[in-house]
T-cell receptor, first 119, second 113 residues
Framework: GAVVSQHPSWVICKSGTSVKIECRSLDFQATTMFWYRQFPKQSLMLMATSNEGSKATYEQGVEKDKFLINHASLTLSTLTVTSAHPEDSSFYIC???????????????FGPGTRLTVT | SQQGEEDPQALSIQEGENATMNCSYKTSINNLQWYRQNSGRGLVHLILIRSNEREKHSGRLRVTLDTSKKSSSLLITASRAADTASYFCATGGLLYGNNRLAFGKGNQVVVIP
């Protein structure tokens, strides 16, 4: 149980185009999902918190107009990188909390990540 | 903001030896978690220790937490080649009510068969 999938697993796009990355919780519902980016040999940096049915909460320094987040259902959040540039090339990882878990649930379940390369 | 900060280490050990890595953080926490990441993959949750716990075991893993020193350690006993990965600690609080995690820099562990 508690599986999170991401699609695509990797994508190459041209500079100036937009790319959408999907994050799905497969066997649980998640009112809250998180989006991270990770540069090579570095740690994960939280970009934003995705809330089902409401606006995402962005971390300081993350451009909300560039990284559009939509959490339209309890099992799906999408991250769209708009007008991508080579510096947006990174590993994007999502995670989700199991809303239905009893009590307070601290553990986050991570997707396998999406490798974005902007040429 | 990054709360969990372990000394970025690269450990290279022989199979069967123990691997120890540390993590320090700066603010009050609700819990601290350790994750493993294989190269180019997502994160796998290993173990969670709550702020009122001092030690926790899970299989070959042993985690300690010292809230007075704001530090934690992860011990992997009898290491195996499959333990080769990056290990991250992450601190959880109740910031904004949604329990965001702050990740540390990570420790690269290489277990030589």
């Amino acid at each position: 149980g508690a599986v999170v999938s991401q699609h695509p697993s990797w994508v190459i796009c041209k500079s100036g185009t937009s790319v959408k990355i999907e994050c799905r919780s497969l066997d649980f519902q998640a009112t809250t999902m998180f989006w991270y980016r990770q540069f090579p040999k570095q740690s994960l940096m939280l970009m934003a918190t995705s809330n089902e049915g409401s606006k995402a909460t962005y971390e300081q320094g993350v451009e909300k107009d560039k990284f559009l987040i939509n959490h339209a259902s309890l099992t799906l959040s999408t991250l769209t990188v708009t007008s991508a540039h080579p510096e947006d090339s990174s590993f994007y990882i999502c995670s989700a909390r199991d809303t239905g878990a009893g009590g307070v649930q601290y553990e986050q379940y991570f997707g396998p990540g999406t490798r974005l390369t902007v040429t | 903001s990054q709360q969990g900060e372990e000394d970025p280490q690269a450990l290279s050990i022989q199979e069967g030896e123990n691997a120890t890595m540390n993590c320090s953080y700066k603010t009050s926490i609700n819990n601290l978690q350790w994750y493993r990441q294989n190269s180019g993959r997502g994160l796998v949750h290993l173990i969670l220790i709550r702020s009122n716990e001092r030690e926790k075991h899970s299989g070959r893993l042993r985690v300690t937490l010292d809230t007075s020193k704001k530090s934690s350690s992860l011990l992997i006993t009898a290491s195996r080649a499959a333990d080769t990965a990056s290990y991250f600690c992450a601190t959880g609080g109740l910031l904004y009510g949604n329990n965001r995690l702050a990740f540390g820099k990570g420790n690269q562990v290489v277990v030589i068969p």
